[in-house]
């Protein structure tokens, strides 16, 4: 078979299923991991035979779609912050708007020397190793609940050069001793209940519950307990940085100035949502 009767029947099983633009964006990053070609070198060799192994991979990756299963699962990496990264079904596929968090606090800290620096719920580890990959003088720790999220976060740090120290540990019930940090950042669970109805299917039956979903009639469950944490181990004038419900911003902003801290700025992402808020310790 031709690359070009692969590429249009590729299109033509999942129409029903996706946007066609969709699909499109899926076959370029499946060439790119099976036929090593970027989008130029297709369109430049659209009359190359395809292999037969090379079919069935694509075939498969169809059924898996078919499903709804993340086309970052199914390749097995994904790009967040000009970094490659490792993601299964452990672990949440990192999103724009966490590269958004992160270009923040780079742009907060890049001056400053051996700051120490907190990520709670590392999932993958993208916060944690964009965050060491541009601060390099800093000293990153990344926790998280999951030690199969941990294995991968391991990994991914390994393979984009950077060193932290991880920590398999539950925010609810954590003993950091005598360590302290100048920033404490977390993209915890806060997905309510209630909004599940209005997920598309491929996070919905994919993607780990335990990092997403909050039960409705407590949804800032994890900030309250980071923040108690960051009470005992943040420093004085010490920087907290979250991601946030669009629609708890106003309600993460009280909840963050009860708790004794100052110099609260919400922030809305590039889709004008209040998704980030930082604030400083008293």
Same mark, same amino acid.
Not at 129 to 150: G, W, Y
Not at 177 to 181: K, P, S, Y
């Given at each position: 078979m031709i690359l070009k009767t692969l590429r249009n029947n590729f299109i033509k099983t999942l129409i029903d299923y996706y946007a066609e633009t969709e699909i499109v964006s899926f076959f370029n990053l499946l060439s790119a991991d099976i036929l090593k070609m970027q989008r130029i070198d297709i369109a430049q060799n659209l009359y190359a035979v395809i292999s037969g192994k090379k079919q069935e991979k694509f075939q498969n990756a169809v059924n898996?779609?078919?499903?709804?299963?993340?086309?970052?699962?199914?390749?097995?990496?994904?790009?967040?912050?000009?970094?490659?990264?490792?993601?299964?079904?452990?672990?949440?596929?990192? &999103?724009?708007?966490?590269?958004?968090?992160?270009?923040?606090?780079?742009?907060?800290?890049?001056?400053?020397?051996?700051?120490s620096i907190l990520d709670v719920g590392t999932g993958?580890?993208?916060?944690?190793?964009?965050? $060491?990959?541009?601060?390099?003088? $800093?000293?990153?720790?990344?926790?998280?609940?999951?030690?199969? $999220?941990? &294995?991968?976060?391991r990994q991914n $740090?390994?393979?984009?050069?950077?060193?932290?120290?991880?920590?398999?540990a539950d925010i609810f019930d954590v003993d950091l001793?005598?360590?302290?940090?100048d920033v404490i950042v977390s993209n915890p669970p806060y997905v309510r209940e209630l909004e599940k109805e209005t997920m598309s299917p491929n996070v919905l039956n994919h993607e780990p519950h335990l990092a997403l979903f909050v039960k409705d009639d407590d949804p800032l469950l994890f900030y309250r307990s980071i923040v108690e944490v960051a009470n005992n181990t943040l420093k004085s004038k010490g920087f907290l940085y979250f991601e946030i419900n669009e629609f708890l911003g106003n309600l993460t902003r009280q909840l963050v100035q009860k708790l004794n801290y100052c110099n609260i700025e919400l922030k809305k992402?590039?889709?004008?949502?209040? &998704?980030?808020?930082k604030a400083n310790k008293k």
């Open positions: 898996k779609l078919k499903n709804y299963i993340p086309i970052q699962y199914i390749i097995g990496n994904t790009e967040f912050y000009n970094l490659t990264l490792k993601v299964n079904a452990a672990t949440l596929i990192p &999103r724009p708007e966490t590269e958004e968090l992160v270009a923040w606090i780079i742009n907060d800290q890049n001056n400053k020397q051996n700051i993958s580890g993208c916060i944690a190793i964009a965050l $060491a990959k541009n601060l390099p003088e $800093a000293k990153v720790f990344a926790l998280d609940v999951s030690e199969k $999220a941990l &294995r991968i976060a $740090a390994v393979d984009n050069g950077v060193t932290i120290e991880f920590i398999e001793g005598n360590l302290q940090f992402d590039l889709f004008m949502k209040d &998704r980030m808020i």
